[in-house]
């Protein structure tokens, strides 16, 4: 659902004759890790190829189901040796710097519904073995300040909360603004599930916000929290200093040449989002 155009290249298109016999040619629009994106010829369908056979055009289907998003699916199919999700085209861009700011009452609004879904409580566990790792691996760079901004809550029974329903990949590019009227859609729903809305707004900070300098964006992403009471600020505190380990981690392990330059920009703005929040 995104209007970035695929890379230019001599290789030919992929051809899908049943998928093309049913909507017409594809057109190649975006790629990506994970899957590749196509638009029909008249510019109102999108096709969402997943490059691994797991399954994740049923899971992104339901989970969007499951975020009020249904409308916005056409069907799931396995059909010319692919998985696939056919979908209505949002006619919007991804999300940059100038565009924040308009976004965000439409993201909040979104958010706020998401969120009102319940189930369960926050796996605690993972959360446990998510840090162990992160120990391991981070364990040569001086990060213990973020470390215990996430243990010591931990530890406390503090991050014990109920689950709510999380988009969990909430960073620019899958956040699509349509220019004329400013509606916003958030997509990509592959990695969705039941977790801390805190956790999701953490997420959106260092994914989204963070385009914004450090003051605007730890001021924009105040005003997404359901309230400023110590235990929420702390929890928040809390995945923020988590999702920056993530990142951390993700680089170290997947790219590891981009790390230190990551490092650099990572680390001081959450160092600057925690000194400014209790603890």
Not at 73 to 97: C, K, N, S, T, W
Not at 229 to 257: G, I, K, S
Request: charged fraction near 25%; hydrophobic fraction near 40%; aromatic fraction near 8%.
């Amino acid at each position: 659902m995104t209007l970035r155009p695929a890379p230019h290249g001599d290789a030919p298109a992929p051809r899908f004759p049943v998928l093309e016999a049913r909507y017409g040619p594809l057109r190649p629009m975006d790629a990506g890790m994970q899957s590749r994106v196509y638009a029909t010829q008249d510019g109102q369908t999108v096709v969402k190829v997943y490059r691994n056979h797991q399954g994740e055009h049923c899971v992104e289907a339901d989970n969007m189901r499951r975020a009020g998003l249904g409308g916005w699916v056409v069907d799931a199919l396995e059909v010319d040796g692919i998985e696939a999700l056919i979908m209505r085209r949002f006619h919007g861009h991804p999300l940059r710097a100038p565009d924040v700011r308009r976004a965000a009452p439409h993201l909040q609004n979104s958010l706020r519904d998401l969120h009102a879904r319940t189930h369960g409580r926050v796996n605690l566990r993972r959360v446990q073995e998510r840090l162990r790792r992160f120990r391991s691996a981070l364990a040569a760079y001086p990060l213990e300040d973020l470390f215990d901004a996430v243990e010591i809550p931990l530890e406390r029974g503090l991050l014990d909360q109920p689950a709510a329903f999380c988009h969990l990949d909430l960073w620019h590019d899958n956040i699509l603004i349509r220019e004329d009227d400013g509606q916003v859609l958030v997509i990509d729903w592959t990695k969705a599930a039941w977790d801390d809305p805190l956790r999701d707004l953490a997420l959106l900070k260092t994914g989204t916000l963070d385009l914004l300098p450090p003051d605007e964006s730890l001021t924009l992403a105040l005003n997404f929290l359901p309230d400023h009471a110590p235990l929420t600020l702390t929890r928040y505190r809390a995945y923020l200093a988590m999702t920056t380990l993530h990142d951390l981690y993700w680089f170290l392990m997947n790219e590891p040449y981009e790390f230190e330059g990551q490092r650099d920009q990572k680390v001081p703005r959450a160092r600057h989002a925690l000194a400014r929040l209790p603890g």
